[in-house]
């Protein structure tokens, strides 16, 4: 197994070398999370749950109030790009921005910052980036969420050092249209289908997708055909069409009024709902969240994609997405963690957590 | 090997069901080609050539108009429906309307009319219900195009007992659109190809078709989409997407004609031709054509459909549909002939090579 040193666990660069050197990709996590267990185990001012190979580490210091600091511990596949090499200040390889810089940022503060002015919670997970039933936050939040409970959590999936707020909430619905079969060569004796998708995809086409603002942060919806099917055969008139639509919406809406719009978009077609995750507020009307703003320079900005900060969301959890790496490169061959930027996320968590 | 006797040769029913009852599913016609081919060489009134499991006999009687009947061996697959029974005036089972009535009518002629007033052609083919690229008669036509030589075709293919004059083309384009792609939670960074689908559907749906008139035979066209297609992730702004749409058109247009209207209804969008086939002229112009209409009841109307005729088409050869089997039995696990109409349509075909 390897062993996190105390010298190791002490540099937020070198934490995150080690950790990205262990591989991790999704289901393989036992070393890793042994790894992290191990080091944590050695903290005497924390307490340590393990469930699977998702690990949280809470100190109970009765500050009244509490802040998680989340990671995932997984990789996509390895793409040519393992282990770590580093040139100059840049460090290349899987895992060096999603998110292996930001899960080394928890446990090199898990590590070293024994007296926190608010209680902290560290969760270290398994299975982010594959299907959200494997995804170890998402398994937590349903059988232990009391592990999870905090007033503000930080997700430090990489946003390149800035402050990502909430994020968008997304639902994928599947619009059906029917007709009659008829033989291609007397189709008046049929109802084409597909000819009556034109109407939906013209709505989407014309649809003006809304910027909304909430607690300060600019979200851009969208509403997307992502996939259309429909036909039986080559000299048959098809008596079903259909299309999935992909819908993007601001945290402003639940998951409930997004079903609502997109049935009113829709109205008149056969709309059935195939998956939805909710959206998440900013919360940055919170002190937590606006002290860490703060400490992070003050800028902040809407998280457009999706992340698990929605999970925290579901709990009633205000989060924000933090993290040295570049969200661009998540994901791709050449992934790589700026180093200087490493060291200034991790100024601005420990100034976040140390300051009076 | 099933023997056709002379008393079977020598009447319409019982030939159509000794032929019924010889499986030849297609690609497996050896049977029933060997069974057909000993029946034409016992014939001294006729030359036999072979070719693969097609046949075609001629008179050579130099009678200077030669007039072709024509029917293929084979049938779609057995579906609880072989052999034949008879129920009253109702001959039951696989091949009965599609098309062995028919093609016994033409074996019938060859065995029992010996002075006709024009010389004869018959041809016997195979594959016909499989892809065209199988057919008898298509690669006959391609290879030995002087075996097929004739003033005028019948194919014997169902049409209930009435004259259905030529036929209408039928070609397959498909219309791409193209996009560009981006994450959908970042949808505005794309262009989406499938909304741009919706004027191509738009257009087929507001299409109208034409009803054309030509020698006496009113043809209905049709514009029609038979597939659509389009995406590459549930996340994923789709940068193609696709419809494939089947021009049926009238025998006024040739396939040149029928492409160039195809492109100019989808003028702008990428328009790329699949598969095509020639329409049938109904050629009932030619007297040999309007005796055949006289002899057969003075009744006649447009094929809507596709069929083998527009081989003849493409030899400069006119050529109608006339047989005993219903088209709207084709097929179907209920697959009947009414007995009556075999005999009908013997008489009338008689009457026409018999005639003075």
Same mark, same amino acid.
């Given at each position: 197994?390897?062993?996190?040193?105390?010298?190791?666990?002490?540099?937020?660069?070198?934490?995150?070398?080690?950790?990205?050197?262990?591989?991790?990709?999704?289901?393989?996590?036992?070393?890793?999370?042994?790894?992290?267990?191990?080091?944590?185990?050695?903290?005497?001012?924390?307490?340590?749950?393990?469930?699977?190979?998702?690990?949280?580490?809470?100190?109970?210091?009765?500050?009244?109030? @509490?802040?998680?600091?989340?990671?995932?511990?997984?990789?996509?596949?390895?793409?040519?790009?393992?282990?770590?090499?580093?040139?100059?200040?840049?460090?290349?390889?899987?895992?060096?921005?999603?998110?292996?810089?930001?899960?080394?940022?928890?446990?090199?503060?898990?590590?070293?910052?024994?007296?926190?002015?608010?209680?902290?919670?560290?969760?270290?997970?398994?299975?982010?980036?594959?299907?959200?039933?494997?995804?170890?936050?998402?398994?937590?939040?349903?059988?232990?969420?009391?592990?999870?409970?905090?007033?503000?959590?930080?997700?430090?999936?990489?946003?390149?050092?800035?402050?990502?707020?909430?994020?968008?909430?997304?639902?994928?619905?599947?619009?059906?249209? @029917?007709?009659?079969?008829?033989?291609?060569?007397?189709?008046?004796?049929?109802?084409?289908?597909?000819?009556?998708?034109?109407?939906?995809?013209?709505?989407?086409?014309?649809?003006?997708? /809304?910027?909304?603002?909430?607690?300060?942060?600019?979200?851009?919806?969208?509403?997307?055909?992502?996939?259309?099917?429909?036909?039986?055969?080559?000299?048959?008139?098809?008596?079903?069409?259909?299309?999935?639509?992909?819908?993007?919406?601001?945290?402003? @809406?639940?998951?409930?009024?997004?079903?609502?719009?997109?049935?009113?978009?829709?109205?008149?077609?056969?709309?059935?709902?195939?998956?939805?995750?909710?959206?998440?507020?900013?919360?940055?009307?919170?002190?937590?969240?606006?002290?860490?703003?703060?400490?992070?320079?003050?800028?902040? /900005?809407?998280?457009?994609?999706?992340?698990?900060?929605?999970?925290?969301?579901?709990?009633?959890?205000?989060?924000?997405?933090?993290?040295?790496?570049?969200?661009?490169?998540?994901?791709?061959?050449?992934?790589?963690?700026?180093?200087?930027?490493? /060291?200034?996320?991790?100024?601005?968590? /420990?100034?976040?957590?140390?300051?009076?």
């Amino acid at each position: 197994m390897t062993v996190l040193s105390e010298a190791v666990l002490a540099d937020p660069v070198e934490l995150t070398r080690a950790l990205c050197d262990i591989p991790s990709v999704s289901r393989d996590e036992a070393a890793i999370c042994d790894a992290v267990e191990a080091a944590l185990k050695r903290l005497e001012h924390l307490t340590v749950e393990r469930v699977g190979n998702t690990l949280v580490a809470r100190t109970e210091l009765g500050r009244g109030r @509490r802040v998680m600091l989340a990671g995932h511990l997984d990789t996509v596949p390895v793409n040519d790009n393992f282990p770590t090499r580093t040139e100059g200040d840049v460090m290349w390889g899987l895992g060096t921005s999603d998110m292996k810089s930001g899960t080394a940022l928890a446990l090199w503060i898990a590590a070293t910052v024994k007296e926190p002015r608010f209680d902290l919670s560290f969760a270290f997970y398994d299975c982010e980036e594959i299907e959200a039933v494997h995804n170890g936050l998402n398994k937590l939040s349903k059988s232990r969420p009391e592990l999870l409970a905090a007033d503000f959590a930080i997700l430090l999936e990489p946003t390149y050092g800035l402050v990502e707020a909430g994020c968008q909430g997304t639902m994928r619905v599947r619009v059906t249209t @029917r007709g009659k079969r008829a033989h291609s060569a007397r189709s008046w004796k049929g109802e084409n289908a597909i000819h009556r998708l034109g109407p939906v995809l013209e709505r989407l086409d014309a649809y003006e997708a /809304r910027e909304v603002e909430v607690d300060g942060c600019v979200y851009r919806e969208g509403l997307n055909a992502v996939f259309i099917g429909g036909g039986v055969a080559g000299n048959v008139i098809p008596d079903e069409g259909w299309v999935d639509v992909n819908f993007r919406f601001a945290p402003d @809406r639940d998951e409930a009024a997004a079903e609502a719009h997109v049935r009113e978009v829709f109205s008149g077609f056969d709309v059935e709902v195939s998956d939805t995750a909710p959206s998440c507020r900013p919360g940055l009307d919170r002190p937590e969240a606006a002290e860490f703003v703060a400490a992070a320079g003050g800028e902040f /900005r809407a998280k457009l994609g999706w992340t698990d900060v929605a999970r925290f969301a579901t709990l009633g959890i205000p989060a924000v997405n933090f993290g040295p790496g570049d969200p661009n490169l998540a994901h791709k061959q050449d992934e790589r963690v700026e180093i200087p930027r490493i /060291r200034s996320c991790a100024d601005a968590l /420990r100034a976040y957590v140390e300051a009076p």
